[in-house]
């Protein structure tokens, strides 16, 4: 099982040797062809390759960090990195089936109408009590 440190950035690298990891090489891009299952990949990776690293069956450590916008797209060193929060949690990406994918768009374009804290299935339960009440009265 190997762990890679995936990152083009110094300060980045520098910062991991600074912490209690253990890694096995540092690349400056991942080569997919390499992972194998049980390995850990830690880095800021794209969506597309995080989801191919779960894939493969090893798991994906993303390094994440509070960045002001001002700083954004200015190489930072491993003190900067630390009084950022950097810090690294694992994932488990996976892109959503067509079926998943159609849910969340139906539930998104039902939620820009319906008030949050209001739950429809209540709603409806309720309804149905009531109606089923003016039904014995009659």
Known sequence: MTTYF???????IDWAQGQALTIDQFVPHLDLALVQAGDSVIGSLP?????????????????SLELPTE??????????????GAKI?????RPLT?????????????RRFVPPGVSLS???IA??????ARDELE
Not at 51 to 58: I, L, N, R
Not at 73 to 78: D, I, P
Not at 89 to 93: C, L
Not at 127 to 132: G, I, K, L, W
């Open 6 to 12: 995936v990152s083009r950035h110094p300060g980045a």
């Open 71 to 84: 700083q954004r797209g200015q190489e930072l060193g491993a003190d900067a990195l630390r009084r950022l």
């Open 127 to 132: 309804d149905r009590r009531a109606e089923n």
């Open 89 to 93: 949690a694992p994932f488990d990406i």
């Open 122 to 124: 209540d709603e409806l």
């Open 47 to 63: 969506v597309n390759l995080a989801a191919q690293v779960c894939a493969a069956g090893a798991a994906d450590w993303h390094l």
């Open 98 to 110: 067509p079926r998943e994918s159609q849910l969340n768009m139906a539930q998104a374009m039902v």
